[in-house]
């Protein structure tokens, strides 16, 4: 079963940037769509940006324009790269396919904070 492991999180004021990373193995990673979700307290975890193997990208509306999403086959890694940071986008961020199919990560914890 795969594993997925979330890093790059942090604390950040209002429009700074941070670069999320999503380390997957015990997959053959190349042939999944993959995404990233974020969760906040209290509420179901929602996905934010999605990449197809092919490359195509997807973003929810509350992120568009912001983030971008690549992935690495290679590297067997999806990236999230958050610009222009909102008091909102603090959550819990985890990686995996937009149906999810593997176990969870710990995630990575971004905070937005004057």
């Known amino acids: 079963q795969g594993k997925l492991v979330e890093s790059g999180g942090g604390l950040v004021q209002p429009g700074g940037s941070l670069r999320l990373s999503c380390a997957a193995s015990g997959m053959i990673f190349s042939i999944y769509n993959m995404g990233w979700y974020h969760q906040v307290p209290g509420k179901q975890r929602e996905l934010v940006a999605r990449?197809?193997?092919?490359?195509?990208?997807n973003y929810a509306d509350s992120v568009k324009g912001r983030f971008t999403i690549s992935r690495d086959n290679a590297k067997n890694t999806v990236h999230l790269q958050m610009n222009s940071l909102k008091l909102e986008d603090t959550a819990v961020y985890y990686c995996?396919?937009?149906?999810?199919?593997?176990?969870w990560g710990q995630g990575t914890q971004v905070t937005v904070s004057s």
């Open positions: 990449i197809t193997i092919g490359g195509t990208t």
């Open positions: 995996n396919t937009p149906t999810p199919v593997f176990d």
